[in-house]
């Protein structure tokens, strides 16, 4: 008997079958079920692909039992406490961490490619001032593909570069510009003098002239705690294997579309509320909850099997233990409440929430952790950022990851239009 060969036996006709399992360098072996349908003449049945690898990849990895979370190998709490957001960056488009050399080049490119078409700006100003940003931004990387339409030589990987490069410097220039209208003020143009991190906060707060409106301190200056946690924010953010935007990305792209154009689609994928904009649900629900003298009658609510209302920001999908994300976040918080002296009653009525959550039996027995949306939302609002950036920011740091992927889609050679099959149950 091969042993690297999973035998399935069909008990109505005693049939066998036998398919290659294929070993992974961390994490479960996979079973080769490419074969099935001509092998068998049946498809196999995974609602929500919960079993299913659709590719292969050695950009992200997962744990979720251990609550472990790597970008090219490297563990998630060293990158997020020890490299900024464009050194991530760097290592998932390239494979590796830059060198001193490598990481000035990148930034200067970056600060220089972040500027927009006056025609594309012109067209973020049509929008009503009622839109939310999420569709401004959509609507925004979707037009990109009609600004740099040129045919992408897939053998020519500088070309690739160029256009990851071009769609992560421009996308906090364009979630800015949806912030700014939604808002109905005049528009900032990048500080290429400025950070990547530095300059998505400028472009937010700053009037005409180059004058900042009031911050958290007082000064009307961007201070370097600010700076240092959406930096974390964005690193966090960046991947997280085959989710469902990312998996929308895939597909996009497989069938041979602009890559500008699927990165508009998994945008829409995860604008959605079980997504990315679970984190704007978050501080919608500490502000439904309204007092620390509520979270008592709110958590017997969530407890209660009779009653629909869930707490937002708990559990996870994948992860079975503490999101590793949202220990790096609650860091961060802790971090922002002591050198910023922050006392909102929002994060009041959050700590509050965490500490009954990481200490009742009925949380901890179902691995409801606190996951990084319930954190994140608590530290952009102390940043001063309105609600519905929340998951603008988000697609500020997932575009590299969902652009690496596209690309490593792109050059795997089996790689093929996304098909599924279904289970047919009408007349």
Partial sequence: MNKDTLTMINNRTNEQYEFDILDATRGPSVVDISSFYKQTGMFTYDVGYTSTASCRSDITFIDGEKGELFYRGIPIEALATKHSFLETCYLLLNGHLPKRAELINFDLELRHRSFIDENLHRLIDAF????????????????????YYEHLNVADEQEYQDMARRIVAKIPTLAAFAHRKSLGIPFIYPDIDRSFTENFLYMLRAYPGGKMRRTVDGTGDIMPIEVEALDAIFTLHADHEQNASTTTVRNVAST???PYVAISAGISALWGRAHGGANESVIAQLEMIGDVNNVDKFIAKAKDPNDEFRLMGFGHRVYKNFDPRAKVLKQLQDQLKDELNLDSKLMEIAHKIEEIALNDEYFIKRNLYPNIDFYSGVILTALGIKRPMFTPIFVIGRSVGWVTQLMEFRNDKKSKIARPRQLYIGE
């Fill in 256 to 258: 041979g579309a602009h």
């Fill in 128 to 147: 009503p001032d009622s839109a939310h940003p999420m569709s401004i931004l959509a609507s925004g990387v979707s037009a990109l593909s009609s600004f």
